[in-house]
Nanobody, 118 residues
Framework: QVQLVESGGGLVQAGDSLRLSCAPS????????MGWFRQALGKEREFLAA????????RYANSVKGRFTISRENAKNTVYLQMNSLKFEDTAVYYC???????????WGQGTQVTVSS
């Protein structure tokens, strides 16, 4: 079992940037692909971005391609989501996830709220 902890959410203005972080609590020696998702109020959870363990393979949703960047530092066991040019419609709870591939996720964090004011 892997417990993931997200951080970095908050209240920002439209056009601002924000960087989210995610790391497992406790030690883990497993090599996971990581991903970011979000869920806005009243909407289904939406895939945003994923990165392989090595960092060589990336995958993005069309809705955030060019504005959001996923990266990882395996030495710190941390994955990031850099979000630029934030829009009001980016307001949501953001979740990180871990799994065996960039298309399959088995473990989820509790989420961090991102609110973008217009």
């Amino acid at each position: 079992q892997v417990q993931l902890v997200e951080s970095g959410g908050g209240l920002v203005q439209a056009g601002d940037s924000l960087r989210l972080s995610c790391a497992p609590s406790g030690r883990t020696s497993s090599s996971y692909a990581m991903g970011w998702f979000r869920q806005a109020l009243g909407k289904e959870r939406e895939f945003l971005a994923a990165i392989s363990w090595s960092g060589d393979t990336l995958r993005y949703a069309n809705s955030v391609k060019g504005r959001f960047t996923i990266s990882r530092e395996n030495a710190k066991n941390t994955v990031y989501l850099q979000m630029n040019s934030l829009k009001f419609e980016d307001t949501a709870v953001y979740y990180c996830a871990a799994g065996g591939s960039i298309t399959r996720f088995d473990y989820w964090g509790q989420g961090t709220q991102v609110t973008v004011s217009s």
